[in-house]
């Protein structure tokens, strides 16, 4: 069985992924934006395909799913401007964030030498 311990410590940043994709999700509710729709809706889509995507990589690395993860981070930035929802503090600061760090982190592990990844 493989150890999920060193497989977490050498995908940590596939793991911070994960945990800001399920952080998104439930973000509308602890940030007290969840009545208003634009916002929920986009938090709680992005927030399901990052955690899945970064699931995926912790499971089985491929590139790919970094650089989905890259755009739906660059798409979190820009979104509460394109969806006209940057009046709600909270839902924008969140989604910027968010955004930020996700983007940051799945270029990072992208553009790392194919030999961090290999299977544990």
Do not use: Y
């Amino acid at each position: 069985m493989i150890n999920i311990g060193k497989r977490l410590t050498a995908r940590w940043k596939d793991a911070v992924n994960l945990v800001l994709g399920l952080w998104l999700i439930i973000s509308p509710w602890a940030l007290n934006f969840v009545l208003v729709k634009t916002p929920t809706w986009n938090a709680w889509a992005v927030g399901v395909v990052i955690a899945v995507a970064a699931a995926a990589a912790l499971i089985a690395f491929n590139k790919w799913e970094e650089w989905v993860e890259a755009a739906l981070g660059a798409w979190l930035i820009v979104s509460p401007f394109l969806l006209g929802f940057g009046m709600e503090t909270h839902a924008t600061w969140n989604q910027i964030i968010v955004g930020v760090i996700v983007g940051a982190l799945a270029i990072w592990s992208a553009v790392k030498p194919r030999t961090a990844h290999r299977a544990m």
